[in-house]
């Protein structure tokens, strides 16, 4: 084996070479990722121009915040390029989860029911809702109710979903217009709420472009129209050049320490869409009669604005790096999502690993070309929300930001790996080298299946 030292990371020359054939063969799809960068810079930059942005604006604000200009501007600039009525953009929502918690929270009342027209969510959105036990301040304490499309009672949320494989096992399926009618059947005299999971979350799925978001918006509201469509939109921000609040969607939210805060965000959340539903989720985050008239920027407003003005650059870099390192992963027998033919719609790259050694090998390899944290070797742990341990690596700036480059997997069969984000498409392009440089070197790098 030939290793070709890259200021310290020990990389495989011969994988080197694959990478220089996977951006040849990738050309196309860059091209595209190029031309969907122009066209949503240009959005963001223009709806920085209609507001007036000064630097006057990224004076803080402490106690109530009362009139907090940063807060205000950042808000009006969210909701311009989201094409939403309102925003509401804050430091305190530490998380995309608790984003998408005030949502439900703020639009569902006892008795009214969740459908999930995606599949299963997110493992921490899971807890929320109260899907396996009753934790303690979740929905389901409330007596509000969930169910999945596709699925009839009593089936096995692994198996019974006709839209996603989370077992990995299976191909996934496309939503086509008959999967998007059986979700239109599953809206019920109760649905208040249909909610759609745009990323592949930790789920063997498709992600869902805008085009099918708005073919379901069609179509459950032609059964009622007076349910409320929220898009979880966590990695799907600026990958096309429309938004779920462009196509339809009532409400979409998502966390800034990922694709809208550019990588420099040190925190926060963001929900757009409908004045009247941003206002009432707003009395879940402060208090009813209050709503988002309060809540001190501190100095967080340039760090908000800097980041979603870099954020379409950041994107597209990250789109570069995993749509070129899943060439790579193809060519040495993996299974991959987004495969060949899916439409790109989040920037998260799923690996099939097949099994725990191969996965860990490679997460402690990817690390070891982090930034940050790059002398600790990552080790599966429980993390609160999720069902399984879990192994985080690609040491970041802001903690837990996987916008800057990081590749996490829960510990269960088929030991899927799932790599998002990337400020730098050649920092993608290393971490990933030096993730398979580990596994050739422990005889691990075939696939085992």
């Not at 073919?215 to 409320?228: G, L, P, S, T």
């Not at 050694?357 to 080790?379: D, I, M, S």
Request: aromatic share 6%; charged share 20%.
């Amino acid at each position: 084996m030939r290793l070709n030292r890259q200021h310290g990371l020990d990389i495989d020359s011969d994988l080197m070479e694959l990478f220089r054939k996977s951006r040849e063969a990738a050309r196309t799809k860059l091209l595209d990722i190029e031309s969907n960068l122009r066209e949503n810079f240009l959005k963001v930059l223009e709806a920085f121009r209609s507001v007036g942005i000064s630097d006057q604006d990224f004076a803080g604000t402490t106690g109530y915040g009362y009139d907090d200009r940063g807060r205000e501007v950042t808000e009006e600039v969210y909701a311009r390029v989201f094409r939403a009525e309102s925003a509401l953009v804050r430091h305190q929502i530490a998380s995309g989860t608790q984003a998408l918690s005030l949502c439900l929270f703020g639009l569902l009342l006892p008795g009214d029911e969740i459908l999930f027209a995606t599949g299963m969510p997110y493992d921490t959105l899971q807890t929320v809702v109260g899907m396996d036990s009753k934790t303690p301040g979740c929905l389901a304490e409330l007596g509000i109710t969930w169910k999945i499309a596709g699925m009839t009672a009593g089936e096995d949320s692994d198996s019974g979903n006709s839209f996603t494989g989370t077992s990995g096992s299976k191909a996934p399926a496309v939503l086509d217009e008959q999967a998007i009618t059986a979700i239109a059947d599953s809206v019920g005299s109760r649905t208040k709420v249909v909610f759609i999971q745009r990323s592949r979350g930790y789920s063997w799925q498709r992600s869902v472009p805008c085009q099918t978001i708005s073919k379901i918006v069609q179509a459950v509201k032609a059964r009622n129209q007076n349910v409320v469509v929220v898009v979880d939109n966590c990695y799907g921000e600026f990958t096309e050049t429309v938004e779920p609040t462009e196509v339809g969607a009532d409400i979409a939210a998502g966390s800034l320490i990922k694709n809208p805060g550019g990588g420099i965000a040190p925190t926060g959340g963001y929900i757009v869409g409908r004045k009247d539903l941003v206002d009432r989720i707003a009395t879940r985050l402060t208090a009813p009669g209050i709503g988002g008239e309060i809540g001190p920027s501190l100095n967080t407003s340039r760090l908000m604005l800097q980041g979603l003005f870099l954020a379409p650059q950041m994107v597209a870099e990250s789109l570069r790096g995993t749509c070129v390192a899943g060439h790579v992963f193809r060519l040495l027998g993996y299974p991959t999502l987004p495969d060949e033919n899916e439409v790109l719609s989040d920037n998260v790259l799923a690996v099939r690993m097949g099994d725990e050694e191969r996965l860990l090998t490679f997460c402690q390899g990817f690390h070891v070309a982090g930034p940050v944290n790059a002398l600790y070797r990552p080790e599966a742990s429980p993390l609160p929300g999720y069902a399984h341990k879990v192994i985080m690596a690609g040491g970041t700036f802001v903690q837990g930001s996987s916008s800057e480059l990081t590749v996490d997997a829960p510990i269960c069969p088929p030991y899927i790996m799932y790599m998002q984000g990337g400020l730098l498409h050649y920092h993608v392009e290393l971490a990933v080298l030096s993730g398979l440089t580990a596994l050739k070197k422990r005889n691990l790098l075939e696939p085992s299946n």
